[in-house]
């Protein structure tokens, strides 16, 4: 039982990172907006970038990881 709840959260293909990675940005977005207007300027600016940049590591590492679990299932070619 405990496996079938744990194979809910688990992303299974491009599709699904790419959803995560939507949505993490759509936060990541709505946290940048809050820092400009918290810290107006060159601080405010700097957080966002670096709030959505995050984003752009984070989805980088999770598209990998889908590709080489992909490829770790794939039989190896002879």
Same mark, same amino acid.
């Given at each position: 039982?405990?496996?079938?709840?744990?194979?809910?959260?688990?992303?299974?293909?491009?599709?699904? /990172?790419?959803? #995560?990675?939507? @949505?993490?940005? !759509?936060? &990541? =977005?709505?946290?940048?907006?809050?820092?400009?207007?918290?810290?107006?300027?060159?601080?405010?600016?700097?957080?966002?970038?670096?709030?959505?940049? /995050?984003?752009? #590591?984070?989805? @980088?590492?999770? !598209?990998? &990881? =889908?590709?080489?679990?992909?490829?770790?299932?794939?039989?190896?070619?002879?």
């Amino acid at each position: 039982m405990l496996n079938k709840i744990a194979r809910l959260f688990t992303i299974k293909t491009r599709f699904e /990172a790419f959803a #995560i990675i939507y @949505a993490l940005s !759509l936060g &990541a =977005v709505e946290r940048g907006q809050a820092y400009l207007t918290q810290y107006p300027g060159l601080g405010g600016k700097l957080l966002f970038a670096a709030a959505t940049g /995050a984003v752009f #590591i984070g989805g @980088a590492k999770i !598209l990998d &990881a =889908v590709r080489m679990e992909r490829e770790a299932a794939m039989p190896i070619a002879r």
